[in-house]
């Protein structure tokens, strides 16, 4: 039997794990409406909680929900405008950066790896996926947007490493994903230069596209499957 769990991202970067129905108990303003912390299933819950736009990661002994992009305190009523479009919340970078790096790795799982983020902010690449008998290992970046807007690639393209770029935009209504090689990246990138100053853009003419949107099967299964 699968556990249920809730996943909670702080502003500050600290996360926490609860059991779902406990959690839901002692915090019953993000029960779906119409059902019930006790009486409803576990399934009927984090089908309500998906609708209300959260993520789901699912592996094979757990079912982690992840709130979305919100400030903790706030409802499924801001939960629901928020995925309609209709809220004009402004959020930190480093919450757009842990939706997306979130949503990576629930993708990711999905094709049946096992991801482990690293540690935030560290040089290097964001996430580790390796497959079912550890016989390869893929090191992914992973850029987060809160909408379709260039992604900054700093003032040199020597930290532009790893086996895949994820590129994830419009992270707090509908993600959207781009799969990119660091040599298309750096390919594709835009120098800029300003005062003197020289920085790095990828324009989204250059990554939102047919050949890479929704391109995991670019990095493949990590599981038998087909």
Request: glycine share 8%; net charge positive; proline share 5%.
């Amino acid at each position: 039997m699968k556990r249920f769990m809730v996943l909670i991202t702080h502003k500050e970067g600290r996360v926490e794990i609860h059991p779902m129905k406990a959690w839901l108990r002692r915090n019953p303003k993000f029960v779906p409406s119409g059902m019930h912390p006790s009486s409803s299933t576990s399934h009927q819950l984090r089908s309500g909680l998906k609708k209300l736009g959260w993520m789901v990661q699912e592996t094979d002994t757990e079912v982690r929900l992840m709130m979305p992009s919100q400030a903790y305190t706030s409802s499924p009523q801001v939960a629901r405008k928020q995925r309609d479009g209709a809220s004009s919340i402004k959020l930190e970078a480093q919450i757009v950066g842990n939706i997306g790096l979130y949503y990576a790795c629930y993708q990711l799982s999905s094709f049946g790896w096992n991801v482990m983020p690293t540690a935030r902010n560290a040089r290097g690449v964001d996430i580790i996926a390796y497959n079912r008998d550890c016989s390869r290992f893929v090191g992914v970046q992973v850029k987060a947007l809160s909408k379709r807007a260039p992604v900054p690639l700093g003032t040199t393209l020597d930290n532009i490493m790893g086996d895949f770029w994820i590129i994830v935009n419009n992270v707090t209504s509908a993600p959207r994903a781009f799969v990119m090689l660091p040599a298309e990246v750096k390919n594709l990138a835009h120098r800029g230069e300003k005062g003197g100053h020289v920085s790095y853009w990828l324009q989204p003419a250059a990554y939102d596209t047919e050949e890479f949107a929704e391109g995991w099967s670019r990095i493949g299964r990590g599981d038998d499957a087909v």
